[in-house]
């Protein structure tokens, strides 16, 4: 675990000269310092070759869950919500979707479920070979083994966000130790995968210093995707009625990603627009340069309240016009 204040900054913060006084600094800029911010991490991006902007096809395939995360509607013991789980025919179905939309990334999403680990290694290998897709999983924390299997299978990447570098703060949020989140992220990379990782913005509890941490142990991380993603109070949970997370600092973060890692995958995500009408646009703008589009059939999707009742949903009309209205292209598909 990242301590501050006895150890060297890491690597992508020090070459920078990211001091936690530098990211305390940036992490709050608004107005023409802000926008300065976000032209720098442009011109990051463009010079590192990063500006094609890469999209996921995303499919929610069980809204079961075994964690009790204080901010989440799918969290166990939420008997006010149904729930489901998709099938391997099931899957594979929506999957071809996703490759007849000209994208090349199948983004498999769960809560924390182990009874959809079977389903997931008997599709991973035929979305490899049937459709020639690459596989990102986000399906939360799992033995070593099992992880070990799915890189053994074709997965090419998995989403593990920490949420929360603080560890007292972590515990009270999701009521599990932050050190056992940190040993599954290190256990994907050791097997083969690619990881990404990242914090969220204005938890109730959070502070500024915090979020100095978070961004400090993204870079001790050096992950191959970082993300931010803003607070938003779901209904149905025992935060429902704290305030949302703020927009700005989370687009900060982004930038600072950016800064960090010049030719990550950083994304812009859904959270952005549900807070701020164009959100997602500013993301790109603060140097984001991936979309998740929503491939899950309407009927799942509406019992999929990860972020809100209302939540929004990406579609592809959605995502292609705010790439091009960033002056931005999709990246080509391989294969």
Known sequence: MLDTTHQALP????????????????????????????????????????????????????????????????????????????????IMGVAEQVREAGIGTVFLQAGQDPQIDRVVSAVIPRIRSDLGCEVLLNLGEKPRHV???????????????????DPQLYWDIV????????????????????????????????????????????????????????????EDTPLEHAEDGNVDMTLNTIALFRLMFPGALVPTVSALEKLRRGGQRAGLDAGANVITINFTPKDQRD???????????VGSAHAHGIIEAAGLQVRAVQG
């Not at 053994?152 to 929360?164: N, P, R, V």
């Not at 019992?303 to 949903?313: A, L």
Request: with cysteine; glycine share 6%.
């Open 11 to 90: 690597p992508a913060a020090a070459r920078l000269g990211l001091t936690p006084v530098e990211i305390r600094r940036l992490l709050q800029v608004t107005g023409e310092e802000q926008q300065e911010l976000f032209s720098r991490a442009r011109e990051t991006r463009h010079l590192a070759g990063a500006d094609a902007v890469k999209l996921r096809g995303v499919i929610e395939i069980s809204s079961y869950c075994q964690k009790v995360c204080d901010y989440c509607a799918i969290r166990a013991g939420n008997k006010a919500m149904s729930r489901y789980r998709m099938t391997e025919q099931y």
């Open 147 to 165: 992880y070990e299997e799915w890189a053994a299978l074709g997965a090419t990447s998995y989403i593990l966000k920490f949420e929360a570098s």
């Open 175 to 234: 009521r599990t130790p932050l050190h056992k989140r940190i040993d599954c992220i290190r256990w994907i990379r050791e097997a083969g995968m690619e990881v990404g990782t990242g914090n969220i913005v204005g938890l109730p509890g959070q502070t500024l210093d915090m979020l100095v941490r978070d961004v400090l142990l993204v870079a001790e991380l050096e992950p191959d995707f970082a993300s931010s993603s803003p607070f938003i109070p779901n």
């Open 303 to 313: 019992k999929y309240k990860i972020y809100s009742k209302e939540r929004f949903v």
